[in-house]
């Protein structure tokens, strides 16, 4: 089994248009199953049921006409049983008759004979009297009549009975010389006109072939067919062969032995189950006239037939419909993939460098939307390379212009000519001036390195002062306020140096009396901020306006070659232009200048 990830993993590696094909596959395939699958469950239902309002109708019918046939069956065993010359016959040892005998024998086999000659579907027709067969009409004439009918079942029950008619059967007629042939009889007892005396029996015999004419009337579905079984599970009468056996002789018997718990039911019952190893939809219902059970049974196969002929029409629908359904799928989803896919091939050389490719998809759509922002962040990121490149060559500029500052002649010249100066009068302070010069000029190279620590910031600033207080002896004082835990916080470097010497020049320089010049680092709202103050003669609004311009230049003096411009420029290169300079002056009061920078440390 694949690890989840693994899964994930693989669908990684799989084109869009393989993704959308797969997944409008599968929801066509699961529709057109599930569509397919819903429509032949509801029509087989509607066959099923169809089948067994049919069947109902036939049963129905069925067991009215066998309810009819039985009545009729049962009133004449009534009109027997109540004829004049029947009862003169089997009363002609009473003494409440006083009749000739022979005539009411003679009358009573007429009027069997009449019976049996009109109705051709009884076979015989025997008059017991309470000891031996007393007068019969048989279509059979090896008629055995000293046969002891009082030993058949049919006998023994109809005498508990009393005159009510009773069906039994399927039987043989054993007082017959051949009793092969299967009937069912009609029996009841004859009672005197006074109901005081029991005289006789009445036994009407009916071929069970006679039952075809009613079975064989009511055609099932397909291959259907029709039995009936009494309360015993004895068949009454089955079809002689069924369509699926038409070789032999259909048995239903063990079949229905195991069904009769179904079966038995006062009220019409429907079920499924198998007969002869089919299955079968059996729909059965009870006569009211008798202890027997019509059942009409119907092949399941046959009822499901035409399901299976609309059911190959269907698939076969559903395959054209499905590849058809692939086809056209593949087809949009080569359509939608085929901007994607030339998108990518332009975000490939784009990967590869060349940023002057743009994509030329014209659409409306999500993917129009996605070339059209690509070609704009091409554009972006061409504009921006040019300005990094611009930057990167205006902050070596900048650097430069910086360095050369430092180097300025007339300052190293002033400087050196000082020296000489303190030399000749061995003046002490020779030895600090001299260093601190070296370590101005170590400091602005610092090695190549664009960032350096505050700290070492702070003591390029601190020799530059002292060289200079030195060169302007009792000109201005200076103090420096930082705190010992903002040394390591790093920032460009020489953004002090030139902010001090213009405070000097500019400031200071053109004072009457000595200056003051005051450095103090704090952080403000999670910046550094840096405040040069100096008590010089300051300046207008408009010159703090346009001091920090590039286009700055003061009539008197140069600065220091390179202006404030320059630090402002370079704090903004390097950190954004939310960082750089602040002007604050007023005139004769003096100048303050913030330097915002933010917090890095390393």
């Known amino acids: 089994m694949l690890h989840k990830d693994g899964i994930e993993s693989r669908l990684k590696y799989i084109s869009i248009r393989t993704k959308i094909l797969f997944s409008f596959s599968l929801v ?5 199953s599930s569509t397919l699958f819903f429509a032949l469950t509801k029509y087989n239902y509607k066959l099923l049921n169809n089948n067994i309002n049919y069947s109902k109708k036939v049963t129905s019918s069925l067991v009215v006409n066998l309810d009819e046939y039985i009545s009729q069956l049962k009133y004449i065993t009534n009109i027997i049983a109540y004829n004049q010359h029947v009862q003169k016959y089997l009363n002609k040892h009473d003494s409440y008759y006083t009749i000739d005998s022979s005539d009411s024998f003679q009358r009573t086999l007429e009027f069997l004979s009449n019976i049996l000659t009109s109705r051709s579907d009884i076979d015989s027709i025997l008059i017991f009297d309470n000891d031996k067969l007393s007068v019969f009409k048989s279509s059979h004439l090896e008629l055995d009549t000293s046969y002891n009918y009082k030993n058949q079942i049919w006998y023994k029950n109809i005498l508990d009975s009393g005159t009510t008619p009773k069906i039994y059967g399927p039987h043989k007629q054993e007082y017959l010389a051949n009793p092969e042939t299967q009937v069912f009889s009609v029996n009841r007892t004859i009672q005197r006109y ?33 039995f009936i079984v009494n309360d015993k599970g004895e068949i009454i009468y089955q079809p002689e062969q069924n369509a699926t056996h038409t070789n032999e002789t259909f048995s239903l018997q063990n079949d229905v032995t195991r069904l009769m718990p179904k079966l038995i039911d006062d009220k019409m019952n429907i079920f499924t189950d198998t007969i002869d190893n089919e299955k079968y939809q059996i729909v059965s219902k009870h006569l009211n006239n008798s202890n027997w059970h019509v059942i009409a049974a119907t092949p399941y196969k046959s009822i499901t037939e035409d399901a299976k002929h609309i059911k190959n029409i269907i698939v076969s629908m559903g395959i054209l419909s499905l590849i058809l359904a692939l086809i056209i799928t593949y087809i949009l989803s080569t359509t939608i993939t085929r901007p994607i896919l030339r998108l990518r091939k332009c975000m490939v050389e784009a990967t590869a460098g060349n940023l002057t490719i743009r994509s030329n998809i014209k659409s409306n759509d999500e993917i129009g939307i996605l070339s059209s922002s690509f070609n704009s962040m091409l554009s972006q990121i061409e504009k921006l390379m040019k300005q990094v490149i611009s930057d990167q060559e205006q902050k070596r500029k900048l650097e430069l212009k910086t360095l050369q500052a430092q180097i300025n002649p007339h300052f190293l010249y002033n400087t050196l000519d000082s020296i000489i100066w303190m030399a000749e009068s061995k003046n002490e302070n020779i030895v ?28 390029h600033v601190k020799n530059y002062l002292f060289i ?50 005051d450095i103090d680092c704090s952080i403000i709202n999670n910046e550094l901020l840096i405040t040069i103050t100096d008590d010089g003669i300051g300046m207008d609004n408009e010159t703090c306006d346009r001091i920090l311009s590039k286009s700055y230049t003061n009539d008197n003096h140069l600065s220091s070659g390179i202006g404030v411009h320059n630090v402002n420029e370079r704090i903004k290169l390097y950190f954004g232009s939310k960082y750089g300079l602040r002007y604050e002056s007023t005139i004769s009061v003096g100048t303050k200048v913030y330097i915002d920078l933010p917090l890095i440390i390393e």
């Open 28 to 32: 066509i395939i699961l529709l057109t």
């Open 194 to 226: 006074d109901g005081l005396k029991k005289t006789g029996v009445i036994h009407i015999t009916v071929n069970l072939s006679e039952l075809n004419k009613f079975c064989e009337s009511d055609v099932l579905y397909k291959n259907g067919f029709v």
């Open 432 to 459: 600090p001036m001299t260093e601190s010069l070296s370590k101005l000029f170590r400091i602005s190279l610092s090695k190549g390195k664009d960032i350096i620590s505050l700290s070492s910031e702070i003591e």
């Open 468 to 517: 200079q207080s030195m060169r302007y002896v009792d000109k201005f004082d200076y103090s420096i306020s930082i705190e010992p835990e903002l040394f390591n916080y790093k920032t460009i470097k020489l953004i002090l140096q030139p902010i001090v010497e213009n405070s000097i020049y500019h400031g200071i320089k053109n004072k009457r009396g000595k200056g003051y010049i």
